[in-house]
């Protein structure tokens, strides 16, 4: 019986140490696999609405909070929002893209009330939300004001703010 030649176990020890370096190579990437996928995400979208929030401030004991959460699958930001204290019944409410203290622009359309409506209650509706304004809603860069007979210009704001879930 011949013996292995030791430059015959050389060759297949290289052959192993490269097969095993490929494994290695294939198997690990940049990627950071322990983040979540920013296009199938959720987030909790909050925010508390006050007269000072306003530019320029409106003195009044009203407000509000905004409970949403935006499905990054559907592109959908799904809401309820309580207001209590206006000066009247709400006229109107609109989503805004804006940074705090500053004034935005309108986005979509106005929220509409019920008849019924009264210095306090709720509101709760779906909106699609755009792929352009993705990126502000989760940059905190929204925000909400509620309008009425007394303040048609705004009577109370609050920035909304994104937090992953």
Known sequence: MKKPHFFDAKRYLFAGTLM????FMVSCDKDDDDKPDPANARYTITGTANGQQLTPPVEGSGSASFNGTYDSLNRQLIFTSAWTNLSGAPTSASFYNGQTGASGTPIGSAWTFDPSAA???TYTDTINVSSDQVQALLNGNWYYIYNTGTNANGEIR???AATRQ
């Not at 095993?20 to 494994?23: D, E, G």
């Open 20 to 23: 095993l370096a490929a494994v």
């Open 119 to 121: 210095a306090s209650g």
């Open 158 to 160: 609050g920035q909304l």
